[in-house]
């Protein structure tokens, strides 16, 4: 199975703030990795899927990067309603591995 | 308009049984890959079970040969069966309906999910 590690596992950042998460495959995984944002008693929200690609209705301040092993989640101004918990998700083969997230708390 | 509804949910003793459903509106279940994915109380997410427009499924290793991913076309319904539950499945438990991609594979809509709890 491929493993998915998660960096930081949590980081306290200021509205405005230029926030970065990095997901890392034990594998190579091509370009198959989603983001997903998890806000506290609710369903996980898709925003990026195949590493780079914004899922309809995602704020353009998200993006995503990478392919391989190592990929990125970048929130370039980040907004009050940004504070969540975020999880990565390799495609590439079932078992579809999440990463063990990061929290993304108020500063 | 997308909608997924879980139920079933509940308390259950360890060895026991339980079955999920997940009716879902504003598309058809049998045209779509279909997956269920858990998450312990305070842990993270864990995909679980999926399955394919086709028929085939795939199951994660933690629940294999205990749980079974189904479906009613007639009710446009997605079932989770759930047999020899252990204390390490009480999660609440999500269904999502999957889109593929020429990189990969996503969960896109997903429903509220439903709390399991294994305990005596």
């Known amino acids: 199975d491929i493993q998915m590690t998660q960096s930081p596992s949590s980081l306290s950042a200021s509205v405005g703030d230029r926030v970065t998460i990095t997901c890392r495959a034990s594998?190579?995984?091509?370009?198959?990795l989603n983001w997903y944002q998890q806000k506290p008693g609710k369903a996980p929200k898709l925003l990026i899927y195949?590493?780079?690609s914004l899922q309809s209705g995602v704020p353009p301040r998200f993006s995503g990067s990478g392919s391989g092993t190592d990929f990125t989640l970048t929130i370039s101004s980040l907004q009050p309603e940004d504070f969540a918990t975020y999880y990565c998700?390799?495609?590439?083969?079932?078992?579809?591995?999440f990463g063990p997230g990061t929290k993304v708390d108020i500063k | 308009e997308v909608q997924l509804v879980e139920s079933g949910g509940g308390l259950v003793q360890p060895g026991g049984s339980l079955r999920l459903s997940c009716a879902a509106s504003?598309?058809?279940?049998?045209?779509?890959?279909m997956s269920w994915v858990r998450q312990a109380p305070g842990k993270g997410l864990e995909w679980v079970l999926v399955?394919?427009?086709?028929?085939?499924?795939y199951d994660a290793d933690s629940v294999k040969g205990r749980f079974t991913i189904s479906r009613d076309n007639s009710k446009n319904t997605l079932y989770l069966q759930m047999n020899s539950l252990r204390p390490e499945d009480t999660a609440v438990y999500y269904c999502?309906?999957?889109?593929?991609?020429?990189?990969?594979?996503?969960?896109?809509?997903w429903g509220q999910g439903t709390l399991v709890t294994v305990s005596s």
């Open positions: 999502a309906r999957d889109r593929s991609h020429s990189s990969g594979y996503y969960h896109d809509d």
């Open positions: 504003g598309f058809t279940v049998s045209s779509n890959y």
């Open positions: 399955l394919y427009s086709g028929g085939t499924t």
């Open positions: 594998q190579s995984i091509s370009s198959y």
């Open positions: 195949a590493a780079s």
């Open positions: 998700q390799e495609s590439y083969s079932t078992p579809f591995t």
